[in-house]
């Protein structure tokens, strides 16, 4: 068979999770062969042994208010009005603005590996649909590297907002593929839940919703979400973002969440670095991490992913894309550092996060697009542990980026 490419040498994980040396030869943007040793005049790309994955998945992130601490500084001496300063320049975004940020925070995020991406998008009344009228043009100009869907949802109240919900109903008219909402700033939270899934099954959308922010935990929203979800039937069509209170559950209490998460089919995606960010700032010592234990859930048939959420705005004003970064932070705050652990790190950046998304071509298989990264490592762990460097990315079997490694010049 003639073939496009081969990736040579690399390591991949086989259905046990055992790393074994092969060659990929691809053909027309599909892995076609997995073999010990492949011959063609295909492109030949040596992997040395490298780390071969799929390509990463990033489940909940903000394109759209991302890169924008220029205009809106995070608050000095941990102050807590984050929202309220992404909220005073909303206005001012354009769908021109909108477009030059999101690209800038995309292609670094392709540059580190990510092939897939559901990005939350706000259409609260100040911004309107500018930004997703952007971030639809982005996903149609990037289509060459990255699976890009929009999550529609009103990030500062929706029902006390009439346009708010007429914003997001007309997202999901115009093609929005996934509704959410933000119910911990709604005087109604129950009434934007429920709403919420009302219009995943009048769109036939998934549904992705912000929730339980904070450190106690009398008043989480997840049991009412897996009652809608048992209730309509969307178990594996939907997720939730955040769930900082689920680390102040005690361990049973946890258990019991896990299970209940499990059989509902409802995710969690976990984010690191804002949730460290934001959570504790009423402590003034022993401050709280406020970072779910996903591992916890997992243990107990629960589905975890990792994201970046925010990147250089006032809830993180930090980030570079990496989503090895966000798994490597994840398991230094969890205290997850045993090999089996960082392999569920991994895990919940590509194997666990398609299944929120409902990839069910999604792996290094015959048959699956050759959505490849080769890493600068020998296995997952090795790219957790050292938050490696993506060499290569090939999408649909095309290349789409490269890095070198640095080189030292010792005197001679």
Not at 44 to 61: K, M
């Amino acid at each position: 068979m003639a073939l496009d490419l081969i990736l040579r040498n690399a390591h991949i994980a086989d259905a046990a999770g055992e790393l074994s040396p092969c060659d990929i030869g691809v053909k027309d943007g599909e892995i076609v062969e997995i073999a010990k040793s492949i011959s063609s005049d295909a492109e030949i790309l040596d992997a040395q042994g490298g780390f071969v994955s799929a390509g990463l998945i990033e489940t909940h992130i903000h394109l759209d208010k991302s890169r924008i601490t220029d205009r809106c500084s995070p608050s000095p001496n941990r102050g807590v009005d984050h929202m309220v300063r992404v909220a005073a320049v909303k206005s001012e975004f354009t769908v021109e603005d909108v477009y030059a940020r999101a690209r800038q925070t995309l292609e670094h995020c392709i540059a580190n590996g990510t092939m897939h991406m559901r990005t939350h998008v706000e259409v609260d009344p100040n911004v309107g649909l500018r930004g997703f009228e952007a971030l639809q043009q982005l996903a149609e100009d990037y289509r060459w590297a990255i699976d890009l869907e929009l999550c529609a949802f009103a990030q500062e109240g929706w029902t006390n907002v009439p346009e708010a919900d007429a914003n997001v109903e007309e997202c999901l008219k115009q093609g929005a593929t996934v509704v959410g909402g933000a119910p911990g700033y709604d005087p109604d939270h129950a009434g934007q839940i429920n709403r919420i899934f009302d219009l995943a099954r009048e769109y036939d959308v998934d549904v992705d919703i912000h929730l339980d922010v904070g450190y106690t935990t009398d008043d989480m929203d997840i049991h009412l979400v897996c009652d809608l979800a048992d209730k309509y039937g969307w178990g594996g069509r939907t997720a939730v973002g955040h769930g900082a209170k689920y680390s102040c559950l005690p361990p049973d209490e946890l258990r019991t969440l896990g299970q209940r998460l499990a059989n509902a089919g409802v995710s969690v995606t976990v984010l690191p670095a804002t949730d460290l960010f934001v959570t504790g700032r009423h402590q003034d010592h022993s401050v709280m991490r406020g970072v779910a234990d996903a591992n916890a859930l997992m243990q107990c048939g629960a589905n975890c992913s990792l994201s970046s959420n925010n990147i250089l705005n006032p809830f993180t004003p930090f980030g570079d894309g990496s989503l090895t970064r966000m798994a490597n932070l994840y398991a230094n705050v969890t205290q997850r550092g045993a090999d089996e652990e960082l392999v569920e790190c991994f895990e919940m950046l590509t194997r666990r996060p398609a299944r929120i998304l409902r990839r069910d071509d999604y792996g290094i298989v015959v048959g699956n697009p050759a959505d490849l990264v080769v890493w600068n490592a020998k296995s997952p762990i090795e790219a957790v542990a050292t938050v490696a460097r993506p060499l290569h990315g090939f999408k649909r079997g095309r290349r789409t980026f490269t890095q070198t490694l640095p080189e030292l010049h010792p005197p001679v």
